[in-house]
């Protein structure tokens, strides 16, 4: 009996021993842990807290346990403890509580509902982990990202990000704008599957890829239409490869403008070019039609004159063989002058597809036989300084024209002028820089100042409506400037003659030109 006494006895010692060692572990494990750990009643009153508990709250323990968990807990957290009481649910939340130094701080929860074999509730074991420094953190990430974000949507062009498979990840306000979507219903979205067309996507994709995959040089410059949802637009990107920190491809960063408006400009005023092209054309057309009718006047008349003189020579039967030959001399030498005026007018408005070599004292002859008659009528003198060893290459039909077309322009500019010797001198040469360069200088008075700026306005002119349309000298620039990519050059300068100086326009044509010899 008193055996087993001391068995009994020896167990219950070991089993004490056993139990005091858990007790020990436990306690080092509650004390020591790097977590808050807190037994809380139904209340959510604190039974026992542990010392990490204390300094995560900076208070003494036995202050704590006068406490409830409510009462260390933010006004705005509170509802967390009494909801999961009344669920007895083991939950995991975060809440923002409040130390005694009155400071907020942000703890991650976990809690435990313990309750007895009958499923009665006991009390809870909560844990806890504060987590302000990561909450300052995350709050800084969100907030950066809030305003990188607001500086995406206040920028005036579409931001695109997509990732190596071509789902979209980001878009600026700009983007859902032009595409008429919300942000929710394009973000995750496959870019080329859903905004491109159908016979834009395969070609678009594969060319993506293979910059993703770094098998072809980068092109920071791409174009191509986009699908809206009210109209097609077309955008010009300007794109940027992601890296990872490894420096592998993650995707790719786009800041799109909206050409689609410019395009339509360009096409509007591309029809507009043609047709004030074409209008000038017309204008110069009327105007060799009266040059040629001014050269044609005196040569009909020379035609007119011999065959008269021939018909009555033949009347009074008194023609001789001499006079026959030499009046037909006459007439077939005048009838070929008419001829070369007639193909002079038809050359005149030839397209000039190509350069080609033209000698400069030609191409003065030419503007002189083009032009004499009218300001021989006017009563203009047109002195011509010109290089006459020099040839150049250029589109000769385009640069007379030009030339012709400034030369109109002054004899019209002495209308309503009473004073003698009206003057246009015209100098025609090859710069240094193997530059074709035309001077066209005049003694009629100049353009007032007030209107100097507007005289390469398309439909403006000094003159009266009925000599001319005011697209003349607007040609003469684009024609120059646009299609020679040459430069035109104006200003009033004085013009000296037989010791008179007069006031008057002058203009500078620069052409690039090549060189060629004597």
Not at 179 to 196: D, S, V
Request: hydrophobic fraction near 35%; proline fraction near 1%.
């Amino acid at each position: 009996m008193s055996k087993d006494f001391e068995n009994l006895n020896t167990i219950i010692k070991e089993q004490k021993s056993v139990i005091d060692n858990l007790a020990r572990h436990y306690n080092t494990l509650f004390e020591e842990s790097k977590l808050g750990i807190a037994y809380l009643d139904k209340k959510g009153s604190f039974i026992d807290v542990n010392e990490r508990f204390c300094k995560i709250f900076k208070y003494e323990k036995n202050e704590l346990l006068n406490l409830s968990f409510q009462e260390v807990t933010h006004k705005d957290d509170r509802f967390h403890y009494n909801e999961t009481i009344d669920s007895l649910l083991v939950t995991n939340y975060e809440k923002k509580c409040v130390r005694k130094d009155s400071r907020f701080i942000w703890v991650e929860v976990f809690i435990n509902h313990i309750s007895d074999k009958n499923g009665e509730y006991l009390y809870s074991i909560a844990f806890i982990n504060d987590i302000s420094k990561r909450k300052k953190i995350q709050d800084t990430i969100l907030e950066q990202t809030k305003t990188m974000q607001l500086y995406l949507d206040i920028v005036d062009v579409i931001i695109v990000a997509l990732d190596i498979n071509g789902h979209v990840t980001l878009v600026n306000r700009k983007a859902c704008e032009i595409l008429g979507f919300e942000e929710y219903e394009i973000i995750g979205r496959n870019w080329f599957k859903n905004f491109l067309f159908e016979e834009d996507t395969l070609e678009v994709f594969e060319h993506f890829k293979k910059l993703c995959a770094k098998s072809i040089e980068f092109e920071d410059k791409f174009t191509n239409r986009i699908k809206c949802k009210i109209e097609e637009r077309t955008i010009s990107w300007r794109n940027k490869i992601l890296l990872d920190s490894d420096k592998n491809v993650i995707g790719m960063l786009s800041s799109g403008e909206d050409i689609t408006d410019i395009l339509r400009l360009e096409e509007e005023n591309k029809r507009t070019e043609e047709a004030l092209y074409n209008q000038s054309k017309l204008a110069s057309m009327g105007e060799m039609i009266r040059n040629i009718a001014h050269q044609w006047r005196q040569p009909l008349s020379t035609i007119s004159t011999a065959a008269s003189g021939l018909k009555i020579q033949k009347e009074l039967n008194v023609l001789k063989d001499d006079d026959l030959t030499n009046s037909l001399g006459v007439i077939i030498d005048t009838t070929k002058y008419l001829s070369q005026t007639i193909d002079d007018f038809q050359n005149f408005f030839k397209i000039d597809k190509n350069s080609s070599i033209f000698d400069l004292y030609e191409f003065t002859s030419r503007i002189n036989n083009l032009i004499t008659s009218s300001y021989k009528s006017n009563n203009i003198e047109l002195k011509i300084n010109v290089n006459s060893k020099v040839k150049f290459t250029g589109h000769y039909n385009e640069i007379l024209q030009t030339t012709l077309n400034i030369l109109n322009n002054a004899k019209d500019a002495f209308n309503n002028k009473s004073f003698d010797e009206k003057i246009v001198e015209l100098t025609v040469d090859i710069t240094k820089n193997n530059n074709l360069e035309i001077q066209i200088k005049d003694n009629a008075g100049g353009i007032p100042d007030d209107i100097i700026d507007r005289i390469f306005e398309p439909y403006f002119t000094t003159k009266h409506e009925s000599l001319g349309t005011g697209i003349g000298l607007y040609m003469v620039k684009d024609i120059v400037e646009n299609r020679l990519n040459g430069k035109v050059e104006f200003k009033n300068d004085l013009l000296e003659f037989n010791n008179i100086t007069r006031k008057g326009a002058f203009f500078k044509l620069t052409i690039p030109s090549t060189l060629i010899g004597d």
